[in-house]
């Protein structure tokens, strides 16, 4: 039975406020799991697929209107 994602809501927050939640919230969770981040922020867009490829994360972005929300599954 898979669980459901972990969410990280940073809209609003401008970076590095929106990679710095992710990051911790990452930190406390299990390798494999899911955390979804929505953010506002268009450095978003850049700076949270640069954290996940430096650290080994998958990192998937979906964007529509000024919503930014990347699904990630944290490495093993």
């Known amino acids: 039975m898979a669980t ?3 969410l990280v809501d940073a809209r609003g927050l401008k970076c590095p406020l929106p990679v710095l939640k992710m990051e911790k919230r990452l930190g ?4 494999g799991a ?3 981040v929505l953010a506002t922020d268009s450095m978003a867009r850049i700076d ?3 954290y996940c490829r430096q650290n ?5 972005l979906d964007a ?3 919503l930014l929300r990347f699904t990630i599954i944290k490495a093993s």
């Open 4 to 6: 459901e994602p972990e």
């Open 28 to 31: 406390a969770l299990p390798p």
């Open 34 to 36: 899911v955390l979804v």
């Open 48 to 50: 949270i697929p640069l």
């Open 56 to 60: 080994h994360h998958e990192c998937r």
């Open 64 to 66: 529509a209107n000024d």
